[in-house]
């Protein structure tokens, strides 16, 4: 499965929380599929233009059990750019955005 998937979590101001449950869970699947180096959970403040930014969360293909979980909806695959790791091993980096490396 290729897809990627976003999840909003919300204000920046109060994404904290809901990062926390995904992070949670997130780490509940990993561990218990071996922490695989392509699972992942990225994080990245958008605003489109508005005042307040929110907290996107994006979930890599190997994550696609934890994104329907939580009602996360397919997507592209995000760009790199002001990407952070919220959840994943670092090696993640390597695998999911070889570009950034080669």
């Not at 990627?4 to 780490?27: I, K, Q």
């Not at 509940?28 to 508005?50: I, N, Q, W």
Request: hydrophobic content about 45%.
């Amino acid at each position: 499965m290729d897809y990627w998937y976003s999840l909003n979590l919300g204000d920046a101001m109060l994404a904290v929380e809901p990062a926390s449950e995904v992070e949670e869970l997130f780490l509940k699947a990993f561990t218990a599929m071996g922490s695989p180096f392509d699972m992942a959970v990225f994080t990245r403040h958008e605003s489109e233009g508005r005042l307040h930014c929110e907290v996107m969360a994006y979930f890599s293909p190997a994550a696609h059990e934890v994104a329907q979980a939580l009602d996360a909806r397919p997507c592209p695959k995000p760009m790199r750019a002001d990407l952070g790791l919220l959840a994943g091993s670092q090696d993640a980096w390597l695998m999911l955005f070889p570009e950034i490396h080669g």
